[in-house]
């Protein structure tokens, strides 16, 4: 048979229609069916199994095995992973990871995003408690909150918490140890920058404190001052180089020269 038309094909239950050619919508073989009602259908004499489905094999079609997904992504999951919604926007309901397999063990309350090896963008949230946001190196977040080290080796976290920001530091470590953080820096909510260890150039005798013009600071609040100008081409005057510490008395002010060993006190003159 090369050609049927058909306007209407109806198959009583439990009989089988068996068309060896080609069928089509189309009396040339182009056009589609407006519809196909079926309550089993059969491909090559099999309906699949459970999971199955019907897929292009290349020279027809067959049933095949789910890819759990579309090309190049696959998926075990047993509950919705991603949800895309009408206006495109994109959720992800567990933890991600770009180049590395998310860890297990992160917090339930903490989302992540892990970066590699090391990195990771993630928060932590617990209503009226803490809500956080770091940005970190070697750490990941466990109980409650609480920082363990990803492998063997130091660890850094920036952190954003009620405004603040936070910048902290830890020491070499043993992998899934806790973490004991020193705080290096925080800015204040206010603007405000608290440092906690020492505030270096990057070279001795390299940097200005301010600037002479359109740069200055207003006061300067300081405990003791140390004056060494040791290293450089000295002073304008005789062109030695010294190295002074001034200190505060109750009734003095007091010049110590920490070169020769030398003690000093200031003259003071009071005025009305």
Same mark, same amino acid.
């Given at each position: 048979?090369?050609?049927?038309?058909?306007?209407?094909?109806?198959?009583?239950?439990?009989?089988?229609?068996?068309?060896?050619?080609?069928?089509?919508?189309?009396?040339?073989?182009?056009?589609?069916?407006?519809?196909?009602?079926? !309550?089993?259908?059969?491909?090559?004499?099999?309906?699949?199994?459970?999971?199955?489905?019907?897929?292009?094999?290349?020279?027809?079609?067959?049933?095949? *095995?789910?890819?759990?997904?579309?090309?190049?992504?696959?998926?075990?999951?047993?509950?919705?992973?991603?949800?895309? *919604?009408?206006?495109?926007?994109?959720?992800?309901?567990?933890?991600? !990871?770009?180049?590395?397999?998310?860890?297990?063990?992160?917090?339930?309350?903490?989302?992540?995003?892990?970066?590699?090896?090391?990195?990771?963008?993630?928060?932590?949230?617990?209503?009226?408690?803490?809500?956080?946001?770091?940005?970190?190196?070697?750490?990941?977040?466990?109980?409650?909150?609480?920082?363990?080290?990803?492998?063997?080796?130091?660890?850094?976290?920036?952190?954003?918490?009620?405004?603040?920001?936070?910048?902290?530091?830890?020491?070499?470590?043993?992998?899934?140890?806790?973490?004991?953080?020193?705080?290096?820096?925080?800015?204040?909510?206010?603007?405000?920058?608290?440092?906690?260890?020492?505030?270096?150039?990057?070279?001795?005798?390299?940097?200005?404190?301010?600037?002479?013009?359109?740069?200055?600071?207003?006061?300067?609040?300081?405990?003791?001052?140390?004056?060494?100008?040791?290293?450089?081409?000295?002073?304008?005057? *005789?062109?030695?180089?010294?190295?002074?510490?001034?200190?505060?008395?109750?009734?003095?002010?007091?010049?110590?020269?920490?070169?020769?060993?030398?003690?000093?006190?200031?003259?003071?003159?009071?005025?009305?």
């Amino acid at each position: 048979m090369s050609q049927l038309d058909i306007n209407t094909l109806t198959a009583q239950s439990g009989s089988v229609i068996h068309l060896s050619s080609h069928v089509s919508g189309s009396s040339i073989s182009t056009g589609s069916f407006g519809r196909v009602e079926t !309550g089993n259908l059969t491909v090559g004499g099999s309906q699949g199994s459970d999971g199955q489905v019907l897929t292009s094999t290349g020279g027809g079609v067959g049933w095949e *095995d789910a890819a759990g997904g579309v090309d190049g992504i696959t998926s075990t999951a047993s509950a919705t992973a991603i949800t895309i *919604d009408s206006s495109e926007n994109v959720k992800f309901h567990k933890r991600v !990871g770009i180049g590395t397999t998310p860890d297990l063990t992160w917090d339930n309350l903490s989302s992540s995003l892990r970066i590699g090896d090391f990195g990771a963008l993630w928060n932590y949230f617990q209503i009226a408690a803490r809500q956080e946001l770091h940005l970190s190196e070697n750490v990941y977040s466990e109980t409650m909150g609480a920082y363990f080290y990803i492998a063997n080796g130091k660890a850094s976290d920036y952190q954003q918490e009620g405004g603040v920001h936070t910048f902290k530091v830890a020491g070499s470590g043993t992998a899934d140890n806790a973490i004991s953080w020193t705080t290096a820096m925080t800015i204040e909510n206010s603007g405000d920058t608290k440092f906690y260890g020492d505030v270096l150039p990057s070279a001795d005798n390299s940097h200005d404190l301010g600037a002479a013009v359109g740069g200055r600071w207003a006061n300067l609040y300081t405990a003791d001052i140390h004056l060494n100008n040791e290293g450089t081409e000295g002073n304008e005057i *005789d062109g030695t180089t010294g190295n002074w510490n001034i200190q505060e008395g109750e009734d003095d002010l007091y010049l110590l020269n920490r070169k020769s060993g030398k003690k000093y006190r200031f003259k003071l003159e009071e005025i009305e």
